[in-house]
Each structure stands twice: as C-alpha cells, then as structure tokens.
C-alpha cells in the first residue's frame, strides 16, 4: 500500500473506531507508539505489534461508553500522516469528555512503524 492509501484507510477505520483492525492491518510486527507522557498503567512507550494490541484493549476496557469518534483528514508529507482525533467518551467512574489529540504515524515498506499522540 501506498502512505496515501494507508492514510485513507486509517482514517476511515479510526472514524469506525476499528483501532483493532487498523492495527492487526496496517502496523508492522516491530511497531512502536509513543504517548505524551507516561500515566498508571500506561508507559510512555509501547514497542511490538502485540504490545500495542494489548494495550488498545487495555484503554477499550476502561471504556463505559462511546459517543462519536471524529477524526480529520489526514495530511501527508513523504512518508508521515497526521490527522487530529476526537473520542467523545466517557470513562468507567469518571465524567463524559472528549479526549482531543494529534496522531502522527510513520510509514516504511508499506506499513506504519511509529504512532505518536500529542494533546
């Protein structure tokens, strides 16, 4: 696949809140995803496909419910996307909110290698 290719189905399946598959489709084995900071029970840094897996279903757990997920259009400069995702979620035991951040994700050899969150 092509970054332009990837990017529009990444998009699209973040829109469907498909975070799984997107994963198990797109990543590559030795895929890295770097948060902004370090919280309980999350590292800053998650290495491996099957870390990252993990820990989608980690975050999915503490999920009660799910509201709208809206994500832009991505822009791509050579082989970086980046769009801005909104969750509109709420938390088990806390408030409904939305959670807003920029996704940037790095492609090589047809699948993304790094995912990076900035809020």
Known sequence: MTVEQIAARLAGLCREEKFDVAQKE???????????????GFEKE???LEALIEKDKKFSAMVE????????PPLIAGNVIAFTL??????IGRDRTKMNELCVYHVKDGKIISEQFFM
């Open 46 to 48: 998650t290495r491996g």
């Open 26 to 40: 797109l990543y590559a084995d030795d895929a890295v995803s770097i948060e902004p900071y370090a919280i309980p």
């Open 65 to 72: 419910a799910r509201y709208g997920t809206v994500v832009s």
């Open 86 to 91: 909104t969750m509109d979620i709420k938390l």
